[in-house]
T-cell receptor, first 114, second 115 residues
Framework: DTGVSQDPRHKITKRGQNVTFRCDPI?????LYWYRQTLGQGPEFLTY????????KSRLLSDRFSAERPKGSFSTLEIQRTEQGDSAMYLC????????????FGEGSRLTVL | AQSVTQLDSQVPVFEEAPVELRCNYS??????LFWYVQYPNQGLQLLLK??????LVESINGFEAEFNKSQTSFHLRKPSVHISDTAEYFCAVTAMTGTASKLTFGTGTRLQVTL
């Protein structure tokens, strides 16, 4: 297994456009997380899935953000009507069902909104 | 809710010198604590963790951290750093509940090791 993969790695878009990021977790991991990281800050929790169920969402996840994990495998994070403040690195992580304290992170998808 | 404070945004150090990266946390409940490391152009990876038991935990590459409940700290130390330790280090915390899920990260400390 090659680990958590994210696509695209970089996305430049104009304000108002929609963007979608994809995350493929480690295959045997049932938990999947999305985080956002801006310059000079640590990762901030956005949302978390157990299989296909979205169990928790942060207040950071405004109505313009939606995340899905339709078959309990890969996940997508869509941002509608992007704003300049959405520019950030979007990180995906996965872990086993039983909480052993370790998240496995992908390399992230960097979004730049012009 | 939990929070993490990493007071040092950057720590420059010479190779073979000791280093300490400070981490303090705040929580009204018991917590699990972690240090993650991010090497240039790579994803975050777990360096070490405290879940229970001995308050001193170690990594495979010579780092150690000590959980101090009275001081709500989890400082990371290494007695002799190497150039390859240059990276960003993040302290993280999660509540010790049955459905422990999300991590709360600090703002990170950039460790710069030079010759």
């Amino acid at each position: 297994d090659t680990g958590v993969s994210q696509d695209p790695r970089h996305k430049i878009t104009k304000r108002g456009q929609n963007v979608t990021f994809r995350c493929d977790p480690i295959s045997e991991h049932n938990r999947l997380y999305w985080y956002r990281q801006t310059l000079g800050q640590g990762p901030e929790f956005l949302t978390y899935f157990q299989n296909e169920a979205q169990l928790e969402k942060s207040r950071l996840l405004s109505d313009r953000f939606s995340a899905e994990r339709p078959k309990g495998s890969f996940s997508t994070l869509e941002i509608q009507r992007t704003e300049q403040g959405d520019s950030a690195m979007y990180l995906c992580a996965s872990s086993w069902d039983v909480w052993a304290g370790e998240l496995f992170f992908g390399e992230g998808s960097r979004l730049t909104v012009l | 809710a939990q929070s993490v404070t990493q007071l040092d945004s950057q720590v420059p150090v010479f190779e073979e010198a000791p280093v300490e990266l400070r981490c303090n946390y705040s929580s009204s409940v018991s917590v699990y604590l972690f240090w993650y490391v991010q090497y240039p152009n790579q994803g975050l990876q777990l360096l070490l963790k405290y879940l229970s038991g001995s308050t001193l935990v170690e990594s495979i590459n010579g780092f150690e951290a000590e959980f101090n409940k009275s001081q709500t700290s989890f400082h990371l130390r290494k007695p002799s750093v190497h150039i390859s330790d240059t990276a960003e280090y993040f302290c993280a915390v999660t509540a010790m509940t049955g459905t422990a899920s999300k991590l709360t990260f600090g703002t990170g400390t950039r460790l710069q090791v030079t010759l």
